[in-house]
Structures are given as structure tokens and as C-alpha cells.
């Protein structure tokens, strides 16, 4: 997916990557998605006060790219809160995501060069295929891109049945770049070069949760949430650790570490 030439190519030896299923969502979680998005809003309200202290922001950029068939009007609600913590917050602003067409990688490879150079490194979080494609803008910009959170974002696919989104994505395919030019599986490439947290949640409905982790490392880490796939940029412990992310110094990462009093809203890891 590589439009435009990588900032620097990094040299860096692969790891092993966790082993990933290949089978679909339960049948179950995938057809509750609806009721369980609608919760997740409600658990938002619930809980803004709660929210209120969540760590504070130091002003860096941070663009946040929605997911597969959603735009800018998905995000509103997470973009709120990041900037209500002090983000300089900026949509994708590229319309639709209808998966990787020219408008779309171009448009993202020149949305992190422009805010990067007016601001500074860019945080990037992205839901779903809004991950995957905030995954290659880290690739791509290593110097431009501070790190990288993903929500649901199956970017270690190993099989289409992993997610049920192919056929919207398959339908869209006619508009795509040519496939020579989408990036070669998670598996055969090395650790993305910027620090990287991967949430997901075994309840996701869309995709399959295993495709949405790696191998934990020095700087990339996968932390599991109890949620809907549709409701990621809703629910109170997602948005807990974006912040918590997002707030750590330049220069600096740690893996993330549930809050005393919060251990009930975070499943034990996989």
C-alpha cells in the first residue's frame, strides 16, 4: 500500500507472531453486534465523569481514521474526547473508507506529511481497516508517526473468513489499487517500527479477535477489552486506553497497566 516511498527502510529482524485461527466471528457476537454497540454508547454516558479523569493530553497531533464503509461521523464521539483531553485531533477527512483506493492512500500519506510538518510527530488511532491502514502509515513514516493504536484492526488476517466484512470489502474492490501493490502479510514482515497497541476483544462480532494481535515486544503490545466491534470508539475502557496511551512522553513507552479500581472493566489477557 505503499504509494509514496517509505521515509527509511529499517532493518530489523522478524519476530514470531502469535498463531492465528482461521475461523470466523461466533455467530452470536456477530448478530447481537447491534444490541451491544447501543450498550457500549450507554456505558459511555454512564461513565463520562469517570472519564473526565483520564490522562491528560500535551498537544500533539492525532488523526484517527474510521473503519471499513464508516467516515468522519463515526469517529465524532472519540475525537470529542481526545481533544477535551488536549489533542490537536484531526479526521481522515478522505469521505468514505471503502478500503484502499488511490484517494485513500495517497490522501493518508499526504494528510501525515502535512500535519506532522506543521505539528510535529503524529499519533494515529484507527478502527478496524482504519488500523491497518494507520499500521502502514507507521511503516511508511517512521519519523513523521509517534505511535500507532488499533481498535478491532485485523491486520494479522491469515484467512478472508476471519472476518466478515470481506464481502463489503470485496465489493469495493473494483475501486482498489492494483494488488501488487497492498503490503505482503503481517506474518512475513519485520515489528512495525513505532510503538504499537493492538486492542481488541474476544466478544468482537466483525473479525476474529486472533487476527487482531502480535507477538508482544519492547515497544508493541495487545491489550484486551470486553466490547462490540461496532462500538470500539464508544466504550469506556477502549477510550480509557487510547488515552492512557496517547499520554505517555515522546521518546517513552511502557506497556499498559489497568488503573487501581479498573480491573473489572478489562478481561485477563489471552
Given at each position: 500500500?505503499?504509494?509514496?516511498?517509505?521515509?527509511e527502510?529499517?532493518d530489523v529482524?522478524?519476530v514470531?507472531?502469535?498463531?492465528?485461527?482461521?475461523s470466523?466471528?461466533?455467530?452470536f457476537?456477530y448478530?447481537t453486534e447491534p444490541t451491544?454497540c447501543?450498550?457500549?454508547v450507554g456505558e459511555?454516558?454512564?461513565?463520562?465523569?469517570?472519564?473526565?479523569g483520564a490522562p491528560?493530553g500535551d498537544g500533539h497531533?492525532?488523526?484517527?481514521?474510521?473503519?471499513l464503509g464508516a467516515?468522519?461521523?463515526?469517529?465524532?464521539?472519540?475525537?470529542?474526547?481526545?481533544?477535551?483531553?488536549g489533542?490537536r485531533?484531526?479526521?481522515w477527512?478522505?469521505?468514505?473508507?471503502?478500503?484502499?483506493t488511490?484517494?485513500a492512500?495517497d490522501?493518508?500519506?499526504?494528510?501525515?506529511?502535512?500535519v506532522?510538518?506543521?505539528?510535529?510527530?503524529v499519533s494515529?488511532?484507527?478502527?478496524?481497516l482504519?488500523?491497518?491502514f494507520?499500521?502502514?502509515?507507521?511503516r511508511?513514516?517512521?519519523h513523521?508517526?509517534r505511535?500507532?493504536i488499533?481498535?478491532g484492526?485485523?491486520?494479522?488476517?491469515?484467512?478472508?473468513?476471519?472476518?466478515?466484512?470481506?464481502?463489503?470489502?470485496s465489493l469495493?474492490?473494483?475501486?482498489?489499487i492494483?494488488?501488487?501493490?497492498?503490503?505482503?502479510?503481517?506474518s512475513?514482515r519485520?515489528?512495525?517500527?513505532v510503538?504499537?497497541?493492538?486492542?481488541?476483544?474476544r466478544?468482537?462480532g466483525?473479525v476474529s479477535?486472533?487476527s487482531c494481535v502480535?507477538?508482544?515486544?519492547?515497544?508493541?503490545?495487545?491489550v484486551?477489552?470486553?466490547?462490540s466491534?461496532?462500538?470500539?470508539?464508544f466504550?469506556?475502557?477502549?477510550l480509557w486506553?487510547v488515552?492512557?496511551?496517547?499520554?505517555q512522553p515522546?521518546g517513552?513507552?511502557t506497556?499498559?497497566a489497568?488503573p487501581?479500581?479498573?480491573a473489572?472493566m478489562?478481561?485477563?489477557a489471552a
Amino acid at each position: 500500500m505503499s504509494a509514496v516511498p517509505p521515509d527509511e527502510v529499517f532493518d530489523v529482524p522478524p519476530v514470531p507472531l502469535h498463531v492465528v485461527r482461521s475461523s470466523a466471528p461466533s455467530l452470536f457476537w456477530y448478530l447481537t453486534e447491534p444490541t451491544r454497540c447501543a450498550l457500549d454508547v450507554g456505558e459511555f454516558v454512564a461513565t463520562r465523569s469517570m472519564l473526565r479523569g483520564a490522562p491528560a493530553g500535551d498537544g500533539h497531533p492525532v488523526l484517527v481514521f474510521p473503519g471499513l464503509g464508516a467516515a468522519d461521523s463515526s469517529t465524532v464521539m472519540l475525537r470529542r474526547f481526545l481533544s477535551g483531553l488536549g489533542y490537536r485531533v484531526n479526521p481522515w477527512g478522505l469521505g468514505r473508507n471503502i478500503g484502499p483506493t488511490r484517494r485513500a492512500v495517497d490522501g493518508m500519506h499526504a494528510l501525515v506529511k502535512k500535519v506532522s510538518s506543521e505539528h510535529g510527530p503524529v499519533s494515529i488511532v484507527g478502527w478496524s481497516l482504519g488500523g491497518i491502514f494507520a499500521r502502514e502509515m507507521g511503516r511508511d513514516h517512521p519519523h513523521r508517526v509517534r505511535q500507532v493504536i488499533t481498535m478491532g484492526s485485523p491486520y494479522n488476517m491469515s484467512d478472508p473468513v476471519q472476518s466478515r466484512a470481506m464481502p463489503a470489502f470485496s465489493l469495493f474492490s473494483r475501486l482498489h489499487i492494483p494488488k501488487d501493490e497492498f503490503p505482503p502479510p503481517e506474518s512475513t514482515r519485520p515489528p512495525i517500527p513505532v510503538p504499537a497497541t493492538s486492542i481488541y476483544s474476544r466478544t468482537d462480532g466483525i473479525v476474529s479477535w486472533e487476527s487482531c494481535v502480535e507477538e508482544p515486544g519492547p515497544r508493541r503490545e495487545n491489550v484486551q477489552v470486553a466490547s462490540s466491534h461496532l462500538g470500539y470508539g464508544f466504550n469506556a475502557s477502549v477510550l480509557w486506553v487510547v488515552a492512557d496511551r496517547l499520554a505517555q512522553p515522546e521518546g517513552t513507552w511502557t506497556p499498559f497497566a489497568v488503573p487501581p479500581g479498573m480491573a473489572r472493566m478489562y478481561p485477563r489477557a489471552a
